[in-house]
């Protein structure tokens, strides 16, 4: 759930995730396949052309990785993410959340919701923090950052008293000369 929560990647995304796509060096991970209900387990190409991407890992995504790297690491299917119940890689989102999303939901006292909500998480805190809207379009693969504004536009900070501040700093040097 955490790796889910800070990394931005769609749930057939994550349950296509395979531990060659990570770049530990670098701190990113590079997004190639899809697992969804509809290819039973097998891999098919992501949902858009931009959904292929390479994408940088937060600290957390990281931290998430390196813990997961106890449970499935010597896996021979390769995948980053398994079934704890039968040691078997997902199949798509329903088991996940039939074995695990549901249960975790009730017992962490948070209204249902599809485990898909946690890429519309990222991307509201990454825009909520400010972080740029281009960037935060490149990471969740949306084809245009147009996408990703008229989704979450809503969550732009809009009351920060120092909006345009950083503009005038750096169009005003000293040494500017008209």
């Known amino acids: 759930m955490q790796f889910a929560l800070w990394s931005g990647l769609r749930s057939s995304e994550l349950v296509g995730l395979e531990w060659g796509d990570i770049d530990w060096r670098q701190n990113r991970c590079r997004i190639t396949r899809a697992i969804t209900q509809a290819s039973k387990g097998e891999a098919e190409t992501t949902k858009t052309t931009a959904g292929t991407r390479t994408i940088d890992l937060l600290p957390r995504a990281l931290e998430?990785?390196?813990?997961?790297?106890?449970?499935?690491?010597?896996?021979?299917?390769?995948?980053?993410?398994?079934?704890?119940?039968?040691?078997?890689?997902?199949?798509?989102?329903?088991?996940?959340?039939?074995?695990?999303?549901?249960?975790?939901?009730?017992?962490?006292?948070?209204?249902?919701?599809?485990?898909?909500?946690?890429?519309?998480?990222?991307?509201?805190?990454?825009?909520?923090?400010?972080?740029?809207?281009?960037?935060?379009?490149?990471?969740?693969?949306?084809?245009?950052?147009?996408?990703?504004?008229?989704?979450?536009?809503?969550?732009?900070?809009?009351?920060?008293?120092q909006v345009g501040m950083l503009a005038d700093l750096y169009f005003t040097s000293k040494e500017q000369v008209f």
């Open 64 to 161: 998430a990785l390196k813990a997961q790297k106890a449970m499935s690491y010597l896996h021979p299917s390769g995948r980053v993410f398994i079934n704890p119940r039968t040691g078997e890689p997902w199949t798509g989102e329903q088991a996940i959340r039939k074995t695990l999303w549901t249960h975790a939901l009730k017992r962490s006292g948070v209204r249902y919701r599809r485990p898909y909500q946690t890429r519309h998480t990222y991307a509201s805190m990454m825009v909520s923090a400010g972080e740029p809207l281009a960037l935060v379009s490149k990471q969740m693969g949306h084809t245009s950052v147009v996408t990703t504004a008229r989704i979450y536009a809503g969550w732009l900070p809009t009351n920060n008293s």
